[in-house]
């Protein structure tokens, strides 16, 4: 008897953009299953269903293949780690600065073309519906991708931060490569996915003091290192106690963040450290919704999973896990003191929010991120 294979990291991220491939349905009454006179629907469903069939991918295939809704809940790490650097200082804003969540977002959507192309002989059998398999786009071409954003995203860096920022870069790419090549299936796989977020809430932070922005890094690794953990029962079921771990480490995760002392005015000279008291409380207090926010969004499928292991209820809670980014990146802007960015953070929840609303009015199912 063949054993089963090892499960592999399959978090989602609601909703696609279009479905995958199309269908009948996707084109009416006149488009029927089988060869289609003069070549019209049934041919473009030939072409979908020919693995290497030579055509030009098209820009929804591009995005299919990057998972670009996933970048959502990427951006807000180096927006994280820079407010962590900018805390208590003085030190201003800069227009290139902009390309830290550039930057973040290329190196991980070069993980997402990375990950399919790694994966494109287990997605013939369990997922023959995505760009590879399907004959979409070669496997030469999802490297191509892969490596021009990789590129991109150490090139963004660079500008955005000097060789401070290629020196947190560079490793950065090193992980993404590492995990979507080597390690998902190994039991390092979960260590790499969390190094990468960390290493990434480090890379917003090259403009300042990378250290101001290590309690940050700590929060996002522990928490990727538990969805990522959590997220290998997404096949044959988890445990009550990898849950239930998760669970606790959410719990403490918020809590962390919420009752420990900002970085708001410490360290900082003169009128740079002064702050009302009024600032600090709204400071305060949206730290601790923002950290309610955080633990809402994740922590009740994470119990159910712990009560229940299930595959389903694994699945749920990794889904819940991978939204729950975005809340917890901006606990820790707030706690840095810097309200704008957890302002902007809070639109960018809301705006994933609202895609995999029209998602689920559409009917259509999340999209893997992995």
């Not at 902009?98 to 002989?121: K, Q, T």
């Not at 300042?208 to 953990?229: C, E, M």
Request: contains cysteine; positive net charge; hydrophobic residues 40%.
């Amino acid at each position: 008897m063949t054993p089963r294979p090892t499960p592999r990291f399959r978090p989602r991220f609601d909703p696609p953009l279009w479905p995958s491939t199309p269908t009948p349905a996707d084109h009416g009454d006149d488009c029927q299953e089988g060869p289609h006179p003069g070549g019209g629907c049934g041919e473009r469903h030939e072409q979908h269903e020919r693995p290497g069939h030579p055509r030009r991918p098209g820009l929804r295939d591009l995005v299919e293949l990057v998972r670009a809704p996933a970048a959502l809940s990427v951006v807000g790490d180096s927006l994280a780690g820079l407010a962590a650097a900018r805390a208590g200082t003085s030190m201003p804003i800069r227009a290139r600065h902009a390309l830290l969540p550039v930057a973040s977002a290329c190196l991980y959507l070069g993980g997402m073309a990375l990950n399919d192309y790694g994966d494109r002989h287990v997605d013939a059998v369990e997922r023959p519906e995505r760009p590879i398999p399907s004959g979409r786009i070669s496997p030469r071409g999802a490297l191509t991708v892969g490596a021009a954003l990789t590129a991109g995203g150490v090139a963004a860096a660079g500008l955005a931060g000097g060789r401070r920022a290629l020196a947190v870069a560079l490793p950065l790419a090193a992980c993404v490569w590492t995990y979507d090549l080597v390690a998902k299936d190994h039991p390092t796989g979960p260590f790499v996915m969390a190094a990468c977020r960390g290493l990434d809430v480090l890379l917003g932070a090259t403009p300042g003091d990378v250290r101001s922005a290590l309690p940050a890094a700590a929060g996002l690794t522990a928490h990727t290192l538990g969805v990522t953990v959590l997220s290998r029962g997404e096949v044959h079921g988890t445990t009550s106690w990898v849950a239930g771990g998760v669970a606790a480490g959410t719990i403490a995760g918020a809590a962390a963040a919420a009752t420990t002392r900002s970085t708001a005015s410490a360290g900082a000279p003169g009128g740079a450290r002064y702050r009302t008291v009024n600032h600090r409380t709204v400071t305060r207090w949206t730290t601790v919704a923002a950290a309610g926010a955080y633990a809402a969004a994740c922590l009740p499928a994470q119990v159910r999973a712990a009560a229940e292991p299930t595959a389903a209820n694994a699945r749920t809670a990794t889904r819940s896990g991978i939204q729950a980014m975005v809340p917890l990146q901006a606990t820790w802007a707030a706690r840095s003191g810097s309200l704008g960015t957890t302002a902007l953070l809070a639109g960018v929840a809301a705006v994933g929010y609202g895609l995999r609303l029209v998602g689920r009015l559409r009917g259509r199912a999340g999209v893997s991120i992995t």
